[in-house]
């Protein structure tokens, strides 16, 4: 299974030339990279410039989608807009969506949009501090894959990446410890082979993010038996952003 790297980079750079800089760099630096597919998430507004410099070796995600394909929405993004700017994937459900209000419900409906114009979504899952301090990220994990995933087709799972980001770990630098992570991780496949089949889940890319770095991502491939990594802030950095996805690519 071909480790996903994919960068978010959330809501930057500020401006179209520090945008370009960025992705060339990545592009550049990690143009002899094998054995590892390579995905950047920019800001909407960046998405058709990524497009014309891409050399096809870097694919193209979006950080967000609607749950209709057209209408009357204002500021909203179709998923078929996406699908015809190149996009291949789009993150849904990220931490950063919830805690702005986005329940399970638009989770899903976003999920079946993707789905329905070929985009893979990566959908994020995730406890946050209190959470877990309460003892409550078995829970969670389960109730947010159970809502998000709910009536989706047996035949479309495997399109999906899941991606596990412990809300308490983004951007703190302090990741999630590689035992505790790898146990989660079992606990995910184990509920997606009890919602769907053992051999689904057995082929499901699980990705890791949270606080990550050149020094600790190939760990969470080799040893807490990840499918991949999503990340953020280091993303955004391009020297740091190649170590990591060279690593990854030796793991």
């Not at 979006?62 to 209408?71: L, V």
Request: some cysteine.
């Amino acid at each position: 299974m071909t480790p996903l790297i994919v960068a978010n980079w959330k809501m930057n750079p500020q401006n179209l030339a520090e945008a370009k800089r960025l992705f060339n760099s990545v592009k550049r630096d990690s143009k002899n990279t094998k054995n590892v597919e390579v995905v950047i998430c920019p800001p909407f507004v960046y998405l058709s410039l990524i497009k014309q410099f891409n050399n096809l070796t870097i694919k193209l995600g979006a950080q967000d989608c609607f749950w209709m394909e057209k209408g009357a929405f204002t500021g909203e993004i179709s998923p078929l807009m996406l699908k015809d700017l190149g996009c291949q994937y789009v993150i849904i459900g990220h931490s950063e969506r919830r805690r702005l209000g986005e329940p399970d419900e638009i989770i899903k409906k976003k999920i079946k949009a993707a789905l329905k114009v070929k985009l893979n979504p990566i959908f994020c899952i995730g406890e946050t501090e209190e959470e877990r301090k309460k003892g409550e990220t078995q829970n969670i994990l389960k109730s947010q894959i159970e809502k998000g995933l709910e009536k989706i087709p047996k035949r479309q799972i495997p399109e999906i990446v899941i991606a596990y980001e412990p809300v308490w770990a983004i951007g703190s630098g302090k990741p999630c410890d590689l035992d505790e992570a790898q146990t989660l991780g079992l606990l995910i496949r184990k509920i997606i082979a009890h919602l769907f089949s053992p051999i689904i889940s057995q082929n499901l890319r699980i990705l890791y993010g949270g606080s990550l770095g050149r020094k600790n991502a190939r760990d969470y491939l080799k040893e807490a038996h990840f499918q991949g990594l999503l990340v953020g802030g280091a993303s955004l950095d391009p020297k740091e952003f190649v170590q990591i996805v060279k690593a990854v690519s030796e793991a």
